[in-house]
């Protein structure tokens, strides 16, 4: 037997507004909707655009600015998992998302907890990540998946014989893993290893909201590749070095852009070992790792020394160099991947790591001395730092923590090799989005 709930884009009346601000390809917002045709709520559905946000957006939710935000009467409730209980505790009509039951209820948000802070985080490592890494995260979402699978056993509903709030919340699974799987090219979660998430599955497309929720396939498989492409290709501080050191060098060079989640067999016959990017190819032989490259780069064209000419000053350069490698960088891949107590002691980490290149910079113009160096180059990540605190709002670097490196920062990006170097502005947000979810990228 099938749901039918009439819904409208129009108010319940003067006393009743309810509306969603969303994104279409967003299953945080898709459940939010799902759960209010679900309850025959009439609502009016605002897209955002998530590289420009709108100032009602940010109105509504001024502490994380995201979506989904449920405005009713005026109210503001962000967060999907919050938005469903209010839904729940405010339009008593069926179908009753969460149970009376206090244990019923327990398990069902620590369910959708799982899903949300497991499965859905662990998709994102698969999306963002290639080779060993990417084998690794898709077994840590399979094994996730077999949990919900065992969950769902033995029942119609996960919330029993009616649909209910982790079914709403798990409802990702009914069009956009799906699509996910194909713009990936991967084949994590079928039916043959996953029967009753699949007759689960066959029972949501039953109800007729459900499939009035279903994603646009093609729009949704474009929207996909687009961001990865543009994520992988621009998120990349590796191959950016080395593109500046050629600039600031004047060495004519070929740029061959690589899709990290489709190798060419160039890559992988330029750089074996690692199979990763950037690679400089000179005269046919190649030489892999960034900092590597540099150096190369710097002794094999004399003009615009790059490294100091004085063997200590080039030590300290290197050691300063691997500092920010081997420490700066896995301490802001930590940050988009923490909450509460633990972001805060990772932007404490930060915090200590930058003080030291605070100190390192002190008495001069650039990290290489009176010109733009080396060091420099390699440091070019505090300037994404900014620019993700200027859009973003949370702001790691300040004028009033670190003078000294902000100066720097506003000295570099008056260089105009340096923005040549640079995202374009209008798609920096957009970077900046997929970059607080994806883990740390597979390059050197």
Known sequence: MKWRTIFSSKTMGDDEEVKVFGMWASPYSRRVELALKLKGIPYEYIEEDLSNKSALLIKHNPVHQKIPVLVHNGKSIPESLVILEYIDETWRNNPILLSQDPYDRAMARFWAKFIDEKILSTTRKVSFTTGKEQEHAIEEVTEQLKLLENEVKGKAYF????????DIVANFLVFWFGNLQEALGINIFSQHKFPFIFEWIQKQLKIDMVDESRIPKDKHLTYIRTRLAAFKSASNPFSRRVELALKLKAIPYQYIEEDLSNKTPSLLRYNPVHKKVPVLVHNDKPV???????????ETWENNHILPRDPYERAMARFYAKFIDDKLLPTLAKLGQTAGKEKEETIEEIHEQLKILEDELKGKQFFGGQRIGYLDIVAMILVWLHLAGSITGQ????TENFPLIYEWIERVMKMEVVNECLIPEEKRQDWIQLAQRAPKSASN
Do not use: H
């Not at 919330?159 to 982790?166: K, L, M, S």
């Not at 960034?290 to 150096?295: A, H, N, T």
């Not at 702001?395 to 300040?398: D, E, N, R």
């Open 288 to 298: 892999a790792e960034s900092m590597v490259i540099i150096e190369y780069m710097d």
């Open 395 to 398: 702001k790691i670097l300040s």
């Open 159 to 166: 919330g029993g014989e009616g649909i209910g709030y982790v």
